[in-house]
């Protein structure tokens, strides 16, 4: 008997490899879904995998199907990321809002059918912040949860308004006095995220990552953002650890529905000077997209994570050194042996 069941929506994403693979080692049922059918290494780890419209979160066939399952957690990943929502502001609104109001209905349904509350972790993003100049940017250098909710992206406005609509599904759909609610909703404001394992699509954090991997592959690579490009960053177990720590929190030690998570803040400059430390061969230059580079500048430069660390405990495992030294290089480098090899 499985331990629990659980949702991973946007399962094929990059997080949800790495969460996929975490929650796999605890014993529960995973009901993934995705539009797209999953890797096999993927799709192995889960009792149901849900594709095309039963996998897409816009659709009423992903609420249907998501039903026939006795559902505690679920965890929403699908989502289009900021430089594609830039892109296509319609279709990003339709996936990100429609299809997260889809997984509150959905949850509610579960939380009243089965008669007890369902934990719906959220991943909102640094995308929420919005400061209107660089000099504004740096006056206000670490942001706390209600500071600067000026966002200047679509995607930015949607997590923003999503992060809302579950407070307000929270409140709105209560049990009896004293229990918690149906849906159970929490949510992290992720900085940028860096795997050794995956690349992420359509983000504007993609730099980072993107550096990283190319020098492991003895690639050149030209980033997007000036040197002096300035947000937070945290390496991928350190977000799937918080995500997790997050779900098991009891609400009653959580004083809000929304948190931010910060680990360590580099430079452009400082991710390419390291990176080139690791890999001398490595050659990266800058050259500036300006409507990329402009999202970043609307994003903070670092985050207050207090509410975080005093609510659940949370404490990032990797700074910035020990990110590279302990899991980003050992790993890539294993990752790309063969290419090393050759
Ligand atoms: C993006 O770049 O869009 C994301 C994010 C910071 O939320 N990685």
Redesign the pocket.
Known sequence: MPSSWILVTGAGGEMGHALIHALSQTGAAIVATDLRPLPDGIADSCAAVLTGPEGDVTRTEFVQSALRYPIERIFHLAAV???A?ERDPVRAHHINVDGTLNVLELAHQLGSEHQRSIRVLF?S???VYGFASLEEKMRHVQVREDQALQPQTL?GIA?LHCERLGEYYARYYRRLSGEAPWVDFRAIR????ISADTL?T?????YAPEMLHAAAQGQPYRCFVRPDTQ?PFMAMPDGVRALLMLADADREQLSQHVYNIGAFAPTAADLAQTIAGYFPGATISFDVDQRRQA?VDS?CADVDDTAARQDWGWMPQYTYERAFSEYLIPAIKHRYANVLAS
């Open positions: 990321l900021s430089t929502a991943p993003t640094i995308a995607y997590k992720f900085p940028g995220l992420p359509g983000g504007t954090s993609d947000i999202i994003w």
